[in-house]
Nanobody, 125 residues
C-alpha cells in the first residue's frame, strides 16, 4: 500500500496563506486533501487525477485553494490563500490506488485506500 507523508500546516490569521504538501511512496491514480473540523464530518477539499492532471475542488474553496503536483517527486501541494476561520480543521492527504471514473465521486472518502497522519490548520479571526 502506498505511504503518504504530509507536511505544512500551522496557524495563521484570517486572510493569510499556507501550503500543504503530501509525498506518496509510489504512483496512484488520484491524490486528494480532505479535512475534518471538530464535531463535523470529513469533507473533500480538493483532488487531482494525477495523469492527466485534472483537478477538482469543493465549492467552499474554489478560487482560494490551488492544487499542484510534482510528478517526478510524487508530491501533491495544496496552496491555501485567503484563509478563513471556517477553514480550521485537520487536513488529511489521501490516495487512491484503484481507478475510478473522473467526476463528482472524487470527494467520496471511500474511494481512497491510503491516508496520511493529518496536519492541523488553524485560522484565527
Amino acid at each position: 500500500q502506498v505511504q503518504l507523508v504530509e507536511s505544512g500546516g500551522g496557524s495563521v490569521q484570517a486572510g493569510g496563506s499556507l501550503r500543504l504538501a503530501c509525498e506518496a511512496s509510489k504512483y496512484t491514480y488520484y491524490m486528494a486533501w480532505f479535512r475534518q473540523a471538530p464535531g463535523k464530518e470529513r469533507e473533500g477539499v480538493a483532488a487531482i487525477y494525477t495523469s492527466p492532471g485534472n483537478t477538482y475542488y469543493a465549492d467552499s474553496v474554489k478560487g482560494r485553494f490551488t492544487l499542484s503536483q510534482d510528478s517526478r517527486k510524487r508530491t501533491l501541494y495544496l496552496q491555501m490563500n485567503s484563509l478563513k476561520p471556517e477553514d480550521t480543521a485537520m487536513y488529511y492527504c489521501a490516495a487512491a490506488e484503484s481507478w475510478f471514473r473522473p467526476g463528482p465521486s472524487w470527494s467520496e472518502d471511500g474511494k481512497y485506500n491510503a491516508w496520511g497522519q493529518g496536519t492541523q490548520v488553524t485560522v484565527s479571526s
